[in-house]
């Protein structure tokens, strides 16, 4: 695979550009996460938690958007590096399942606020598979031509999400209803790994970002605008609601202060964007596994899965697969920020993957153990950091560090002793 010129700023974007694309990605996330945040906290605390989650969030996308500008390369790419040429096909799986698993999620999440919006709105009942499809046409069609493309629809669709945004925070907060009650005890740790894990499979896939970004200043002012100033805004915007009324949902807290309509649009628009640049990322993934097809064939793929899979009840059964796969996710972030650190500093030379094992059995123990740390951590057995997912990239860093010194130290023996 080679790497993308790096004097060839033709097809480049800015920083802002960017973290208009991100931005459009997150979106839905943060309208799922947040009324549930919200809804189990005062907004006080809610503040305090959303800002400590975005620092760590910021200083990760920062560092892994850099790298991608550094590599010219995708995530895919960089992971060959650690993992090995062959090694990084297992991982390249565990995304592409990961990515289309949200793509699937998404369009079923897009088909019923559709459904719910014409049913309220307009009484007209279409039946939600037929929505999914026509979303997943629209889906397809925004990231088939490009990473152009996609720029052009965050850049139409992001501010009226913006805006609507601020509509629904108008309304909420000019509303007669009375704060409820908090009836649960979310500890602040629990709370803060809710947000950074939110979206911490985008902050780990973000060098595919980073690989279009204009320079180094770019890549920080991207990862800085996206996670240091507007996550955190829309983060505690989308908390108000769930905050006032004690509701986990948006469309149900919304629905108690008197109008859901904002919210049902919002969600509309929220879900084409993240879908756009969920396909962009898995078409990406999976044209390293096919790369016998052309990548907007593979677009048209995995628009058609997600169409039947989407228009299944999926959301019982899928989001604590999607949940686990966010485990397994953050050390592979971790492990190509060690091994760039420590090895790649000066750039990723292409030739040196001809040298090195084309699988590395040591980065797997690594990138095993923080996800079995991750697994625990998540699952209160005990606690390091009190957030499972930056626990988990602590790990594997640490992991990888540890066996690279042990691996540089057998190759300086085997030297001396040839």
């Known amino acids: 695979m080679s790497s993308r010129n790096k004097t060839d700023l033709s097809n480049t974007a800015s920083g802002f550009q960017i973290a208009m694309i991100l931005l459009g990605i997150l979106v839905t996330p943060v309208l799922l996460a947040s009324s549930s945040l919200g809804s189990q906290m005062t907004l006080g605390t809610a503040a305090a938690v959303i800002a400590v989650g975005s620092i760590i969030l910021t200083v990760l996308a920062v560092i892994n958007i850099s790298i991608g500008e550094k590599a010219r390369l995708p995530t895919y790419g960089i992971v060959k590096y650690s993992f090995g040429s062959k090694g990084a096909t297992a991982i390249n799986i565990i995304m592409a399942i990961s990515l289309f698993g949200w793509i699937a999620v998404t369009a079923n999440m897009f088909g019923h606020s559709v459904h719910d919006l014409l049913a309220t709105q307009f009484n007209l009942d279409l039946p939600v598979p037929v929505i999914v499809a026509v979303g997943c046409v629209i889906f397809v069609a925004s990231t088939a031509f490009g990473f152009e493309a996609l720029g052009k629809v965050s850049k139409f669709a992001v501010p009226i999400i913006a805006l609507l945004m601020f509509v629904i925070l108008y309304l909420a907060l000019n509303s007669s209803v009375s704060v409820a009650e908090k009836l649960s005890d979310l500890s602040f740790g629990a709370a803060v790994s809710s947000v950074v894990g939110t979206?911490?499979?985008?902050?780990?896939?973000?060098?595919?970002?980073?690989?279009?970004?204009?320079?180094?200043?770019?890549?920080?002012?991207?990862?800085?605008?996206?996670?240091?100033?507007?996550?955190?805004?829309?983060?505690?915007?989308?908390?108000?609601?769930?905050?006032?009324?004690?509701?986990?949902?948006?469309?149900?807290?919304?629905?108690?202060?008197?109008?859901?309509?904002?919210?049902?649009i919002l969600l509309v628009f929220a879900c084409i964007t993240g879908n756009a640049g969920n396909m962009f990322q898995g078409t990406l993934v999976v044209s390293t596994l096919f790369s016998q097809f052309p990548k907007w064939k593979i677009t048209v793929a995995l628009g058609i899965l997600a169409t039947v899979v989407g228009s299944m009840d999926i959301m019982a059964w899928f989001i604590p697969f999607l949940l686990f796969l966010g485990i397994a996710t953050p050390p592979i972030s971790g492990i190509y920020i060690a091994d760039y650190f420590i090895n790649r500093r000066k750039g990723y030379d292409e030739a040196s993957l001809e040298n090195d094992p084309a699988i590395k059995p040591l980065t797997f123990v690594a990138w095993g153990a923080g996800s079995f740390i991750g697994f625990c951590t998540v699952n209160g057995w005990f606690t390091l950091t009190g957030i499972p997912s930056v626990d988990s990239i602590l790990v594997a860093s640490l992991g990888y560090v540890l066996f690279s010194r042990i691996g540089t130290s057998k190759d300086k023996l085997a030297t001396n002793k040839a």
């Not at 320079?215 to 996670?227: D, E, M, Q, Y």
């Not at 983060?235 to 469309?251: H, K, Q």
């Open 199 to 264: 979206i911490i499979v985008l902050v780990a896939t973000s060098p595919d970002f980073g690989s279009f970004v204009r320079n180094r200043k770019h890549a920080i002012l991207a990862g800085i605008l996206t996670f240091g100033l507007a996550y955190p805004v829309l983060f505690l915007v989308g908390a108000v609601p769930g905050s006032i009324t004690s509701e986990g949902s948006l469309l149900t807290a919304m629905a108690v202060i008197g109008t859901t309509l904002p919210a049902a």
